[in-house]
């Protein structure tokens, strides 16, 4: 059976770029390590630019394939998707946890929004974070704050307007077609860029609630 005719387990790349994560990567491996997806189906690349211990500890595990390369978040995503084998990109960073089912509902969500170039998905802050991250977590912000209350806001048939770095999913034709991400972007403000670039060219991205996580509040 060729590799993407699974309709039901839909081949999904998932993409952790990192630098300097040795204090976070083995909690997100482990979470993704959990997946209720069949392992044939699925596959994880972490894209490293780091000084400290990162990719020593990501090497410890064997199903994970490590690319080592120069720093810079755009150029990081585009080697990513590059090296990828199978055409749903997933992104999230190293300082996240990771439901069990979380690619099971990017691949529910695609199969739902089938005119979606791009899913995004919440990321509240783990409970831990004490009384605000409670409460967000509990409103639901989008993004666990991380980005503007309206991102994750249906524009009607447009779909949303932004699909953050922490937590998205992308059709690789599609990411292929803009040319992927502007590599001008080193530190931020890739995904932005990316979203409206798609949306530009007439994509759709959408929100998909079954795929949330967890990520650690910045700042």
């Known amino acids: 059976m060729p590799q993407n005719e699974d ?29 209720e997806y069949p392992v044939d189906r699925w596959e994880c690349i972490v894209v490293d630019s780091s000084s400290d ?17 120069e720093a810079g978040f755009s150029r990081q995503r585009n080697e990513g998707i590059g090296a990828a084998r199978f055409d749903i990109i997933a992104f999230t960073d190293a300082d996240t946890i990771i ?6 509902g990017i ?9 979606s170039a791009g899913l995004a998905g919440d990321a509240f802050p ?7 991250g409670r409460c967000i977590a509990a409103v639901g912000h989008p993004a666990g704050g991380a980005i503007g209350l309206d991102a994750n806001t249906e524009l009607g048939p447009g779909g949303i307007s932004f699909v953050p770095g922490c937590n998205g999913a992308f059709r690789k034709g599609a990411l292929k077609v ?9 530190t931020g403000g890739e995904d932005i860029d990316l979203s409206r670039r798609l949306r530009a060219a007439d994509y759709r991205l959408d929100y998909e609630p079954g795929m949330a996580i967890f990520h650690k509040p910045h700042g």
């Not at 439901?99 to 099971?104: A, F």
């Open 7 to 35: 309709k039901s387990f839909p081949g999904i790349s998932v993409i952790v770029i990192t630098k300097n994560e040795e204090q976070n990567i083995s909690v997100c491996l482990n979470s993704l390590m959990k997946q």
């Open 53 to 69: 211990k990162t990719p020593e500890i990501v090497r410890e595990y064997s199903s994970v394939r490590l690319l080592e390369r």
């Open 99 to 104: 439901p069990e089912t979380w690619l099971r």
């Open 107 to 115: 691949a529910d969500g695609f199969a739902t929004h089938l005119k």
């Open 126 to 132: 783990p409970l831990e974070t004490g009384w605000l």
């Open 178 to 186: 803009i040319g992927g991400y502007d590599v001008n972007f080193d």
